[in-house]
């Protein structure tokens, strides 16, 4: 059973950074995905992930602002916000998978503004 708990949500000023992690507890051995959503009121939208042994891919509302990285002996996956906007207001959820199944964790909310 894997288990992933966030930490490192909270309040930001709009230009300001927030590192989130994602601690992963449990075996993760053959991980093909990693990856970092929010969700505003609305849809859950993905936007870093790593997978495979590719090069991290962002969407455009984030590219150039947030770097998603991980740390294999440490399990732990981060997500590095800067120049954060007031749009990046959402609660974050990390997710793995792989051929144990995937996983999210609970959630971290991150609140932009002045």
């Known amino acids: 059973q894997v288990q992933l708990v966030e930490s490192g949500g909270g309040l930001v000023q709009p230009g300001g950074s927030l590192r989130l992690s994602c601690v992963a507890s449990?075996?993760?051995?053959?991980?093909?995905?990693m990856g970092w959503y929010r969700q505003a009121p609305g849809a859950r939208e993905l936007v870093a992930a790593i997978?495979?042994?590719?090069?991290?891919n962002y969407s455009d509302s984030v590219k150039g602002r947030f770097a998603i990285s991980r740390d294999n002996a440490k399990n732990t996956m981060y997500l590095q916000m800067n120049s954060s906007k007031p749009e990046d207001t959402a609660v974050y959820y990390c997710?793995?998978?792989?051929?144990?199944?995937?996983?999210w964790g609970q959630g971290t909310q991150v609140t932009v503004s002045s």
């Open positions: 997710s793995i998978a792989g051929s144990f199944g995937s996983y």
């Open positions: 449990g075996s993760i051995v053959g991980t093909n995905f």
């Open positions: 997978t495979g042994g590719s090069r991290p």
